[in-house]
């Protein structure tokens, strides 16, 4: 597979559907180092950035926020056919992310607004995967944007870049971060996806999970962790299900 | 390093200490530990840095870092060139813990023995002055006393005991030799060899027969009771002196994607991307099995291969460990197992 | 057998060029590759079932074994299947491209050892190529070793490689080349199933035959089974394992096997030497 051709320069659009949008900022904190971006690649689609926007062929498609309507799910299609590379950018387009949380919910837009609205929304908020086939998931809330830099230059070398499939204790090592179990505070750590260079545990806050759930992850001693640092099974529930989507903890059979 | 190489010893006052550590800085990268907050890690000293070391039994992470740096560049491409890059010079640590010298030794089996060697852990290790601190009260998960890793006689430059006003220094190599040689005013002669109480560890791991009582017990029940509990957060690995498995990974900026510097970073069995190859297949996927790779390379690949456990009981993959998995429990509970079964 | 880079410089590469490109079949190719400096050319030589590592640079680097006659110096061929992302790299490689070539590494079969013993190759999919160099080696030094079965197991007729070569072999003295496919095809007239069906015909003299394998793992069981009850001795079992490498020098740690490491203590194994860790080889 090559995502891109070497002679011309990649054609690039950037893509939001129900989020915060705080991934799509994301880039622009990149600050000067999107001069770099811009002069390997053609940013053809990027509604923060540009006022004409055409649905032309990419190279790469770069897209953010979950799928929670049909109008989502058609432009995700739209956009998957046109593109040789997808990259689901940040955890509500990987996972759902908090949009997410309102599967939880029954009655959701009712509770929330009184009456049927316009929106024609889909009974669950889907991560992109469940409409089209997504080529690189890049996990966090927000992104790492040197993960996306990273995946770029791949791209860029007609390389397949790796997902990160390692847990954010190993960046927080890297890091030189005294582990905050440690410390008696119970953080999300094992569990969790990393690559994001533990920013969070850097300032002493627990990781919370954004990056998604780690398919190698120990659920069962994560629990009983979290158990005997203080925390209620209410509150283990509430964080497992957060951005790992996990139902149901409890005790699970070690690997 | 060397043996031992001279039968005169020496005393240095702690203010005197620290203009040597002073002077030694000045002429190169001089590495002693640094507290920052509840953690003391080796860092660099400048010149004028005060050597503080209240309350310091070891360091949260292993010297390592000074012999297999994370994140070494070891090869550049540019132009259609390979080059391979050395560290330049010379560097000292100060310090270093003898189970942790005994882990070097471990380390230098490994990388300059069996036919080849690694260049860069040679250049570094050649190149390096170890200085030595002795313990007197150990820590709270060492266990040295059991995997005869207390005492040094040998491989340092110069070895320092704490002996209250003072400190003892006994040379033990030629290089040794010529600091105290060029620092004459800071060192007064003694003839005692150093003596200080030593504290026994209050955790044991019996050693006898450990290969081979491994050996047989790959499907004990202990291991899946350690894989329960495991994270798999490669903390231990991470924390321990004699770990040394290393990627080589290719990276380069946006702006240049062909000027490649090829990176030599730590990796850590305990990780299914360790065993991955090209297509998907994790050749060591269960987690037991991860598990007990770690506990099998320090306690019986480790002697089979380098004639050595590389254990040196440092205790730091028990302080490390969220899942509270300590390696003197878990041979414990092997050993006893064993035992019932004769 | 000399190395192309000393210890002094533990990663560096020298450069080779690639000089022939042959398309096996759809996923898999062949590839010519010579040593650009003279003095390379020169001082380059393997045993058969050795390995290179081989540098792309911006991508990474990955190991192969050679499938050439050990007699042409300075030159080798490797196979390839794309699979990720360095063996992708390779399948865009054109003559003239230049790569990085650090080697040969490990063990290779113990030709010295096999002189005057009638041998049996099984090679199962990819595992081919570190054979075939045995095959090459034997032809130009036919003299020297008795009967020889080849014995290939496929899955697909599509997968089948080395067509031209099985051809030309065929025609040596005492050479008999067997193909079995796993999956029946209207173009394949010959042996269908896995390759241990090809036992059953065989007749060999046990106490003197060597029995050389490299496949997939659990082929390399069964193989191993096979070669063990036509009467082969353990001793005279060679087989080649695959694992993860990085360095090819024994120090990255990731090839381990037990206390063996792929890289240097194999690839190929005596398989007295491995029997006792069985369930972490296969």
Known sequence: MVAVEKKSKPRVGFFGMTSCKGC??????????????????????????????????????????????????????????????????????????????????????????????KLKPLQNVDPLDMHVKVDYHMVGCPVNEQELLNVLRDLLLGKRPGEPDYPVCVDCKKAGIRCLFKDGIPCMGPVTIGGCGAPCPASRSPCDGCRGKLPDANWGSEYDLMLEHGLTKDHIIQKFAKYARIAKPGRVKGK | ??????????????????????????????????????????????????????????????????????????????????????????????????????????????????????????????????????????????????????????????????????????????AGLEIIAANKGLFQESVHKAAIVEVPCKKKLDTANLPGILAKARASGVWDEVAKQCVSCASCTFSCPTCYCFSLVHDSGIADPEHVKVIRELDYCMLLRYSRVAGGLVFREPRKERVQQFFYHKLAYGPENEGRFHCVGCGRCITECMAHIDITDVIGRIRDEHDKRK | MSMINGNEESYRPALAAVTSVLQENARIRTLGITFRLDAERKSFSFNPGQFVMITLPGIGEAPFSMCSSPKEKGHFELSIRNLGNVTDGMFRLRKGDVVGVRGPYGHGYPVQEMKGRDIVLVAGGIGFPPLASVVEHVIANRADYGKVWVLYGVKDYDDVIYRQRMKRWSKAKDLEVRMALETPCSKWKGCVGVVTKLFNKLKIDAGNTVGLSCGPPIMLKFVTLGFEKLGIRDGDIFISLERLMQCGIGKCGHCNIGNKYVCTDGPVFRYTDIKNMAEEVW
């Not at chain 2, 390093?1 to 002429?27: A, F, N, T």
């Open chain 1, 24 to 117: 799509y900022f994301q880039f622009l904190l990149l600050g000067k180092k999107l001069i770099d971006i811009f002069d390997s690649l053609e940013i053809e689609h990027f509604w923060m950035l540009k006022e004409d926007n055409e649905l032309g062929e990419f190279d790469i498609a770069i897209m953010d926020g979950a799928v929670s309507n049909k109008d989502n799910a058609e432009f995700v299609r739209k956009v998957r056919e046109k593109s040789r590379y997808l990259i689901a950018y940040g955890t509500c387009a990987c996972f759902g992310g908090i949009p997410a949380l309102r599967n939880d919910v029954s009655g959701f837009h009712e509770k929330v607004y009184g009456k049927p609205i």
């Open chain 2, 1 to 174: 390093m060397g043996g031992p190489i001279s039968s005169k010893y020496y005393l240095i006052s702690k203010k005197d200490l620290q203009r040597l550590l002073d002077s030694l800085s000045k002429k190169m990268p001089l590495f002693a530990p640094v507290k920052h907050g509840k953690d003391f890690n080796f860092k660099r000293l400048e010149s004028g840095d005060k050597l503080d070391i209240a309350g310091y039994t070891n360091t949260e992470y292993p010297p390592r870092g000074m012999f297999l740096p994370e994140g070494e560049a070891v090869l550049e491409y540019n132009k259609g060139k390979f080059s391979e890059n050395f560290f330049k010079g010379k560097a000292a640590v100060f310090g270093i813990r003898p189970c942790d010298v005994h882990a070097l030794l471990v380390l230098d089996r490994v990388m300059l023995g069996h036919d080849h060697f690694e260049s860069h852990y040679k250049r570094r290790r050649e190149n390096t002055l170890v200085f030595p601190l002795v313990c007197g009260t150990p820590g709270e998960n060492c266990f040295c006393d059991s995997m005869l890793t207390r005492n040094l006689v040998e491989s340092f430059d110069l070895l320092f005991t704490d002996i209250g006003h003072h400190y003892h220094v006994e040379p033990g190599s030629k």
